[in-house]
Each structure stands twice: as structure tokens, then as C-alpha cells.
């Protein structure tokens, strides 16, 4: 499904709270002046002190505080759990999640050392920090009443790309992840989407153009391939925040545009008379199993915070 650009379409966002990670640079910073343009309130959480100039320039340039950052690292849960608290602390809640951070240390895989910490970071980064950036914001949202989670994956999450293979696999499961959030819009009124760009101009895969000092032959091929405009990537990211129809869809965003990349249906052979039936049943107990589950990690979550406080 192709869609039209809506860059011309400034719905505001005018008392709505926003955590971007890895918001100091690149996506992350287009993202945020956009939000800031319409309204917003903008924590911002990067693991390069820049955000902090950003921050100071939104509020220099707009006479007011509608910005903060903090360092982050999205792979602890203790930086994750201090960025949300900032925007409730700052701005009294969090209404939108840009889920942006990410890294391209380690993006090829294949033939690096056997080293466990150099193995493990692009994915403790980019897959495993998205979902604990993610789980703080549906605990922190689902107080305030919902609100709208955007994570900016990649093409690379539906393509295979030879030299870039741990990369690759993070960005595919950021795409397993946003497509079984299914329930959580009829749970607390939560959605989460997905922004896939293709070859974007940015400086995120400068690192990775050499492996151990020798040139990696790829680029000679992606530098041939257009990139895609900063706005369209703006475009799928306030569609979704916009649209209060949508959740676990992903968009890829190419030079021509926007293109909705629809889930695979469940093949003929899995779906029995027994298990479509069983589905049904599965069904109409998910919510309030899924609602339960919620109010259990939202007290266990208060309790936390409120052990935290106290210590302090």
C-alpha cells in the first residue's frame, strides 16, 4: 500500500510529552525538531552529551522550557527507568515514545572474534534496549491513559543484507517485536508502530565501511542507491502518532515514498477446526489476562519507584 506524503499536514501536538532516544543526532534530531515545531514537550535521551545543546537550543529558541535531556544507555533498564521518570518529573507524564537509539558497532558479524561483549552490544542496543525502552513506556503511558509508541527499524528489517548480518537480524526482530504488540490498544490504549527507511543520509554507517582496516566492498554498491528524504521518514513517524487506528503496522520508507508492509497471514495448514476454535477461546480470554498481567507489573513498578525515592 503506497501513501501520500503529509508533511503538510501539521496536526498538533500541543501539550503532548514525547521521550526520544538517540535523539541528539540524525533521525532522532529530525524527529525532534518536528515534535517541537508542533507543540511538544521533548526528553531527550542519547548516549552522546550533544542532546544537551540540543535541549538548551530548543529552549533558547522557543523563550521557554520544552526540552530536557539525560544520558542514556537504552540496554539498562535503570537508564531507561530515569529517562521516563524525567518526563513525568519534568512535564508531568509521557505521552509519545520515539524509539530511535540504536548502534552500528558490530553490524557484520560473520567472521569477527569470538568476543561476547563485542558480540552482544549491537543487539543489547538495538533489539534488546528497544523493548526495555519500550516496557518503561507502556508502564509510564498506561498511568497517564495510553499514548503512542513509534520504533524507527529499518529496511534492513525485511531485507538480508550479506555484510551487515547482525545488524540485519536486530532490526528483523524489532519487526517480530512491534507485530505481536496486538493487544495493547484494547489493554491501555497503547499503540506501537514501525518507521522502516531505507538508505538514509546520515552518518550511522560511516563506522562500518571498513572491517578491520579493509574496505568493505558493499558500499561501492550502496553508495549508488538513492536515499530516502529526511521528510518522508517524518511523515511515517506522525502517521502513526496521528493515526489512532493503527497498531503493530509497519511502513517502509523509501525514495518514492511511504509503503505499508502487511503481516504474513497464518498459513492454511495451522488453522484446524480445533485450533480456530481454540483461537476463539485464546481470544476472549487475552484481554483480561493481558489487563491483569498489567496492573501486576504497574504496582510492581510503583513499589519500585517508590523504594528508589525513598533510598535517596
Same mark, same amino acid.
Given at each position: 500500500?503506497?501513501?501520500?506524503?503529509?508533511?503538510?499536514? @501539521?496536526?498538533?501536538?500541543?501539550?503532548?510529552?514525547?521521550?526520544?532516544?538517540?535523539?541528539?543526532?540524525?533521525?532522532?534530531?529530525?524527529?525532534?525538531? &518536528?515534535?517541537?515545531?508542533?507543540?511538544?514537550?521533548?526528553?531527550?535521551?542519547?548516549?552522546? %552529551?550533544?542532546?544537551?545543546?540540543?535541549?538548551? /537550543?530548543?529552549?533558547?529558541?522557543?523563550?521557554?522550557?520544552?526540552?530536557?535531556? @539525560?544520558?542514556? %544507555?537504552?540496554?539498562?533498564?535503570? !537508564?531507561n527507568k530515569a529517562l521516563f521518570q524525567l518526563a513525568e518529573?519534568?512535564?508531568?507524564?509521557?505521552?509519545? *515514545?520515539?524509539l530511535n537509539a540504536a548502534t552500528s558497532d558490530g553490524s !557484520?558479524?560473520?567472521?569477527?572474534?569470538?568476543?561476547?561483549? @563485542?558480540?552482544?552490544?549491537?543487539?543489547?542496543?538495538?533489539?534488546?534496549?528497544?523493548?526495555?525502552?519500550? #516496557?518503561?513506556?507502556? @508502564? +509510564?503511558? *498506561?498511568?497517564?491513559?495510553?499514548?503512542?509508541?513509534?520504533?524507527?527499524?529499518?529496511?534492513?528489517?525485511? =531485507?538480508?543484507?550479506?555484510?551487515?548480518?547482525a545488524y540485519v537480524a536486530t532490526k528483523h526482530a524489532i519487526?517480530? =517485536?512491534?507485530?505481536?504488540?496486538?493487544?495493547?490498544?484494547?489493554?491501555?490504549?497503547?499503540?506501537?508502530?514501525?518507521?522502516?527507511? *531505507?538508505?538514509?543520509?546520515?552518518?550511522?554507517?560511516?563506522?562500518?565501511?571498513?572491517?578491520?582496516?579493509?574496505?568493505?566492498?558493499?558500499? !561501492?554498491?550502496?553508495?549508488?542507491?538513492?536515499?530516502?528524504?529526511?521528510?518522508?521518514?517524518? !511523515?511515517?513517524?506522525?502517521?502513526?502518532?496521528? $493515526?489512532?487506528?493503527?497498531?503493530?503496522?509497519?511502513?517502509?520508507? =523509501?525514495?518514492?515514498?511511504?509503503?505499508?508492509?502487511?503481516?504474513? &497471514?497464518? +498459513?492454511?495448514?495451522?488453522?484446524?477446526?480445533?485450533?480456530?476454535?481454540?483461537? $476463539?477461546?485464546?481470544?476472549?480470554?487475552?484481554?483480561?489476562?493481558? #489487563? /491483569?498481567?498489567?496492573?501486576? *507489573?504497574?504496582?510492581? =513498578?510503583?513499589?519500585?519507584?517508590?523504594?528508589?525515592?525513598?533510598?535517596?
Amino acid at each position: 500500500m503506497t501513501l501520500q506524503s503529509s508533511s503538510t499536514e @501539521l496536526t498538533s501536538f500541543e501539550g503532548k510529552v514525547a521521550v526520544v532516544t538517540g535523539g541528539s543526532r540524525g533521525i532522532g534530531k529530525a524527529i525532534c525538531d &518536528e515534535l517541537i515545531k508542533r507543540g511538544a514537550k521533548v526528553v531527550i535521551g542519547a548516549i552522546s %552529551d550533544k542532546g544537551q545543546e540540543v535541549a538548551k /537550543q530548543y529552549n533558547k529558541e522557543t523563550g521557554k522550557k520544552v526540552a530536557v535531556f @539525560l544520558r542514556t %544507555d537504552v540496554s539498562r533498564y535503570d !537508564d531507561n527507568k530515569a529517562l521516563f521518570q524525567l518526563a513525568e518529573n519534568e512535564f508531568g507524564g509521557v505521552d509519545i *515514545a520515539i524509539l530511535n537509539a540504536a548502534t552500528s558497532d558490530g553490524s !557484520d558479524n560473520m567472521f569477527s572474534p569470538l568476543d561476547d561483549k @563485542l558480540e552482544e552490544r549491537i543487539f543489547n542496543v538495538n533489539a534488546v534496549g528497544l523493548i526495555k525502552s519500550s #516496557k518503561v513506556a507502556i @508502564l +509510564h503511558m *498506561a498511568k497517564r491513559g495510553g499514548g503512542s509508541i513509534v520504533c524507527i527499524s529499518s529496511a534492513a528489517g525485511f =531485507y538480508s543484507v550479506p555484510a551487515l548480518t547482525a545488524y540485519v537480524a536486530t532490526k528483523h526482530a524489532i519487526i517480530g =517485536y512491534v507485530r505481536s504488540c496486538t493487544f495493547l490498544p484494547e489493554v491501555c490504549n497503547i499503540r506501537v508502530n514501525a518507521v522502516c527507511p *531505507a538508505f538514509v543520509d546520515t552518518e550511522f554507517l560511516d563506522s562500518v565501511r571498513t572491517v578491520g582496516g579493509i574496505p568493505e566492498p558493499y558500499y !561501492d554498491f550502496a553508495d549508488t542507491v538513492p536515499v530516502v528524504p529526511m521528510p518522508f521518514i517524518i !511523515d511515517g513517524v506522525f502517521k502513526y502518532l496521528s $493515526d489512532n487506528t493503527t497498531n503493530g503496522e509497519t511502513v517502509m520508507a =523509501y525514495p518514492t515514498g511511504l509503503e505499508v508492509r502487511e503481516a504474513p &497471514e497464518w +498459513h492454511y495448514s495451522l488453522l484446524t477446526e480445533n485450533s480456530l476454535k481454540a483461537q $476463539d477461546i485464546y481470544l476472549k480470554k487475552a484481554i483480561p489476562h493481558t #489487563k /491483569q498481567q498489567l496492573s501486576r *507489573a504497574l504496582e510492581r =513498578y510503583e513499589n519500585e519507584q517508590k523504594k528508589a525515592s525513598s533510598i535517596q
